[in-house]
Every structure is written in structure tokens, then in C-alpha cells.
């Protein structure tokens, strides 16, 4: 008889083990399907802002084509502008890119690892850039300098000259901050995404 209770003691508490262990199964589905809804709901913004790159790039280059042909500045200058600004979309559209399955249903693991690559990428690919768009400040206000025909020995000058050089060489640190902003805003979101898949793979 007390074998018989023993036996039932035991299967019950083998019973609430298996309820457990589904709800726990459960809640794991339902957990790394948020994360993976998340995923794709922090990475939209980023898509976003590079298609507005695409869209934006064109009407740049036409801006500058009209300003090279006014001002008369070197057609070098703008093709280095072109071709800096091509690569540079089409960079962030390859860094930034992960397909759509993999974030509803692609290994975590390997989510995870594509995350902290993007990352890597992204990283390297902002300093070129920033290298890129020195140079070409630096060229730009030289010809633009040159183009202006002040006489040297006009008292302005050297006053039209340095504010020039000033106004142009702050404009370009006001641009290299706020893309800065935006590259620790993306590393940010993938360091999101990360924590989260991390955590999901912990659970498990």
C-alpha cells in the first residue's frame, strides 16, 4: 500500500515536471518570437535612413554639378565627390543588409555573429569615410580659394579668405558629428539586438 502511494507521489510529481517544463517551452517560443518581432522593428530605421542615402544622393550631385560648373571648379573634384558618395551608399546598403528570413527564422547563433560583423564593418567603413571626406573638404576649400580672385593685395583678402576657410572647415566638423551620432546610434541598436539574442540563447 505504501509502495502504491510512493508510485503516485512520484508520477505526479513527474507530471507537474513535464507541465513545468512545457510551460517553460512555451514561454521560450513566445520569448524568442518578441526578440525576433524586436529585431526587425530596431534594424527598420536603419533601412530607412539608408534608402533616404539612395534618394539623397542623386540631388546632391546634381547641387554640386551646378555649383563646379558656376564657381568653375575642377570636374576632378566632383567625380572624387561622386564616386566617394556612390561607394559610400552602396557600402552602408551592404554593411547594413540582413535578410529578412534569417531575423524570423534564422539560426540566433548565427544572427548574433552577423550582428557583431555588421558592427565590425560599419566601424571601418564610418573612419574611410571620415578620411574621404577630409581629403575632399581640403581640396574643395583650396579651388574654392583659388576660384575667387581676390586680389592678394586687396586689405580683405585675407579676412574673406579665413572666414571662408572657417565657415567651410565648421560646417564640416558640424557634418562629421552629427554622422558620428548617427554611427553610435546604429552600433547601439546592434549592441540592442545582441543582449537580446544572448539572453534568448542563455534560456535555452
Do not use: C
Amino acid at each position: 500500500m505504501e509502495n502504491d502511494n510512493n508510485m503516485n507521489e512520484l508520477e505526479q510529481m513527474r507530471e507537474q515536471m513535464n507541465i513545468f517544463k512545457s510551460r517553460l517551452d512555451k514561454q521560450q517560443i513566445i520569448n524568442e518570437k518578441l526578440v525576433r518581432n524586436s529585431m526587425g522593428s530596431k534594424l527598420s530605421w536603419i533601412k530607412n535612413f539608408v534608402w533616404t542615402e539612395i534618394i539623397l544622393v542623386p540631388i546632391l550631385l546634381l547641387i554640386m554639378a551646378s555649383f563646379h560648373y558656376s564657381q568653375g571648379l575642377s570636374w576632378w573634384l566632383f567625380a572624387f565627390l561622386a564616386i566617394g558618395l556612390i561607394a559610400d551608399v552602396v557600402g552602408d546598403y551592404i554593411i547594413n543588409r540582413i535578410p529578412k528570413s534569417q531575423l524570423l527564422s534564422g539560426d540566433m547563433v548565427e544572427t548574433s555573429k552577423r550582428l557583431i560583423k555588421m558592427k565590425k564593418q560599419r566601424a571601418t567603413w564610418f573612419t574611410i569615410g571620415m578620411i574621404f571626406v577630409t581629403i575632399w573638404l581640403v581640396w574643395f576649400i583650396i579651388e574654392l580659394v583659388f576660384k575667387l580672385n581676390i586680389p592678394s593685395d586687396s586689405p580683405n583678402h585675407s579676412a574673406l579668405v579665413t572666414i571662408m576657410t572657417l565657415g567651410l572647415a565648421v560646417s564640416g566638423l558640424i557634418g562629421g558629428f552629427i554622422a558620428w551620432l548617427i554611427f553610435r546610434k546604429m552600433q547601439r541598436t546592434n549592441n540592442q539586438l545582441i543582449e537580446q539574442i544572448n539572453q534568448i540563447i542563455q534560456e535555452d
